[in-house]
């Protein structure tokens, strides 16, 4: 069955680094888009990046443009949110989900089928 893992979540200091990763199992990777979701207490859940295994395409909110970097391990079925210069407003749960088979990179929740459980960053001192 389809099963995405998210990993890497912790406590981080402003201005720290975290890496997550992603591993998905039970379909092929090559035909979709994965992308990253975080949900912050009593807040929407935010789309704020994604990579195409298509073309390779990747995208990113404003909020996190030039401080995130997603990139992908096709032998690793993985997917990995580098995340640098955090600031507290980074806090939040963080997810990652699979795009509906056709669609491209969407900041949608409603676009995305499968959901991994989670893991939690926050950013504090």
């Known amino acids: 069955q389809v099963q995405l893992v998210e990993s890497g979540g912790g406590l981080v200091q402003p201005g720290g680094s975290l890496r997550l990763s992603c591993v998905a199992s039970?379909?092929?990777?090559?035909?979709?888009?994965i992308a990253w979701f975080r949900q912050a207490p009593g807040k929407e859940r935010e789309g704020i990046s994604c990579?195409?295994?298509?073309?390779?395409?990747?995208g990113y909110a404003d909020s996190v443009k030039g401080r995130f970097t997603i990139s992908r391990d096709n032998a690793k079925n993985t997917v990995y949110l580098q995340m640098n210069s955090l600031k507290p407003e980074d806090t939040a749960d963080y997810f990652c989900?699979?795009?509906?088979w056709g669609y491209g990179c969407s900041p949608t929740r409603k676009d995305y089928d499968y959901w991994g459980q989670g893991t939690q960053v926050t950013v504090s001192s």
């Open positions: 989900a699979r795009v509906i």
């Open positions: 039970g379909f092929t990777l090559e035909h979709y888009v």
């Open positions: 990579i195409s295994f298509i073309d390779g395409k990747t």
